[in-house]
């Protein structure tokens, strides 16, 4: 199983960015997908989920009305539309692939990874 994200770029406060997370190597829809962030020296963080039919989503508080999360079992890519970015939102982002069919926010519920792409936020 592979992920892949892209997307991730410099940007200013106030601006936006999509990050895709293209899933290959099974089922895509057969189960929730997550995204996550890291900055150095601290821990991963959930900031989105999705479920397999994309009908349950959660958000971190802190993007809550800014973040989108989305999929597209056809294409097997999950999308996550950051509108109104905060420097804070620096990060690099990382997509999450389970084996559940539920959203989850944590980390130890997601078997597969991708490398995560760099988001940086000027301000």
């Known amino acids: 199983v592979q992920l892949v994200e892209s997307g991730g770029r410099l940007v200013q406060a106030g601006g936006s960015l999509r990050l895709s997370c293209a899933v290959s190597?099974?089922?895509?829809?057969?189960?929730?997908v997550g995204w996550f962030r890291q900055a150095p020296g601290k821990e991963r963080e959930g900031v989105s989920c999705?479920?397999?039919?994309?009908?349950?989503?959660n958000y971190a508080d802190s993007v809550k009305g800014r973040f989108t999360i989305s999929r597209d079992n056809a294409k097997n890519t999950v999308f996550l539309q950051m509108n109104s970015l905060k420097p804070e939102d620096t990060d690099v982002y990382y997509c999450?692939?389970?084996?559940?069919?539920?959203?989850?926010?944590?980390?130890?519920?997601?078997?597969?990874w991708g490398q995560g792409t760099q988001v940086t936020v000027s301000s």
């Open positions: 999450a692939a389970g084996t559940q069919a539920m959203c989850h926010m944590t980390r130890a519920r997601y078997d597969y």
């Open positions: 190597g099974r089922t895509f829809s057969a189960g929730g």
């Open positions: 999705i479920s397999t039919s994309g009908y349950s989503t």
